[in-house]
């Protein structure tokens, strides 16, 4: 491991095409639950398979040249769901990119049966996966779209599997809230009682958790994941409770996979927010363990690919880019 080898802890491949023009919402997000209403949402529904390899194409070529050796995936298609999975496994395991996949479950279109849906795939493509490069996880989108039916299904997914939940956790105040209105302390006890988070979850952003709410996870053996760019542009807050917990990773939630860009903006804001900069500084690479927990201890080696025709892939995510953006205005 050199000092230019990172692990992406957590991102979406299916935000790939982003960079190739994807236009603004006619009416301006004016907060987090609209930004995912008005663009991100939007995005996931309009996506099939051409457009989802095209976008994991592009993104797992730009993550090799920018020195990703490994990535954690979070995936949503809601018009996609079965077999999903399949088509980015393909793409890392092709392109020579371990990796760690998933579908996060939600109830946000469709009710129980996306949900459950959303699990079904899962389990699915962890039981049939045989790639040397890829393992797969159990994922719920967030506690905020699912209900306690579905995070006890994901529970008992994750028991007879044995294996771990990747989810996000008060990434902005609104998932907080939801658990306060359905009885809960907050979304991270609503997991912890519902039995959702075996050692070795990850949670993604927990920018709103308190320091007793991370150690609670320390505790429970799960990883944190920051994500510094996309919270700064979600102007969602910064996670200053992460400070107490030794088991937290960097990733880039969906922006390129640019770990030194997200390490720039993670001094920059620790700075700001009175963090210590070496302890900060250690969740760069922490991702090496995480990475190395879901490969049965043992760090995987980025695969020998062939090489990559970085032309041919970028004009076939332009093309497609463009049909995504046409499906998007249905959306």
């Known amino acids: 491991m050199s000092d230019q080898d990172f692990v992406n802890a957590h991102t979406h491949l299916y935000s790939g095409l982003v960079p190739f023009g994807m236009p603004a919402p006619v009416e301006p997000p004016a907060n987090f639950v609209q930004i995912l209403e008005r663009v991100w949402w939007r995005l996931d529904r309009a996506l099939d398979a051409a457009s989802l390899r095209a976008s994991a194409q592009w993104y797992v070529a730009e993550a090799l040249r920018l020195g990703t050796v490994g990535l954690i995936d979070h995936h949503e298609s809601p018009q996609l769901i079965e077999g999903s999975l399949d088509i980015l496994a393909d793409v890392c395991q092709t392109m020579g990119m371990p990796a760690v996949l998933c579908y996060g479950a939600s109830e ?103 320091e007793a709410q991370v150690l609670r996870a320390e505790q429970l053996g799960c990883w944190l994941v920051q994500n510094p760019r996309s919270n700064r542009g979600n102007r969602v807050g910064y996670p200053a409770a992460l400070r107490v917990s030794a088991h937290v990773a960097l990733g880039t939630d969906g922006y ?17 927010h009175g963090d210590d900069p070496v302890v900060a500084a250690r ?15 043992a760090l995987p080696v980025v695969g020998a690919a062939p090489s990559i025709d970085m032309d041919a892939i970028r004009a076939e995510a332009a093309a497609q880019a463009q049909q995504l953006w046409l499906r998007m205005e249905k959306f």
Do not use: Y
Not at 196 to 204: C, D, E, K, M, Y
Not at 256 to 272: G, H, I, P, V, Y
């Open 108 to 210: 946000r279109n469709g009710g129980r049966e996306e949900a459950q849906r959303g699990l079904a795939e899962c389990r699915r493509f962890i039981q049939s996966n045989t790639r040397p490069l890829v393992r797969g996880v159990v994922g719920l989108h967030a506690s905020f779209t699912v209900s306690d039916e579905t995070v006890r299904e994901a529970a008992a997914l994750c028991r007879e599997l044995r294996t771990v939940l990747h989810v996000h956790v008060a990434e902005d105040l609104a998932d907080v809230d939801d658990s306060v209105r359905r009885g809960w302390a907050g979304p991270l006890e609503r997991l912890a009682q519902l039995g959702a988070l075996p050692p070795g979850s990850i949670l993604a952003h927990g920018v709103h958790l308190s």
């Open 256 to 272: 390129a996979s640019d770990l030194n860009a997200e390490r720039m903006t993670l001094m920059e804001d620790a700075k700001r």
């Open 283 to 297: 969740r760069l690479h922490a991702g090496h363990a995480l990475l190395a927990e879901r490969f049965e201890g």
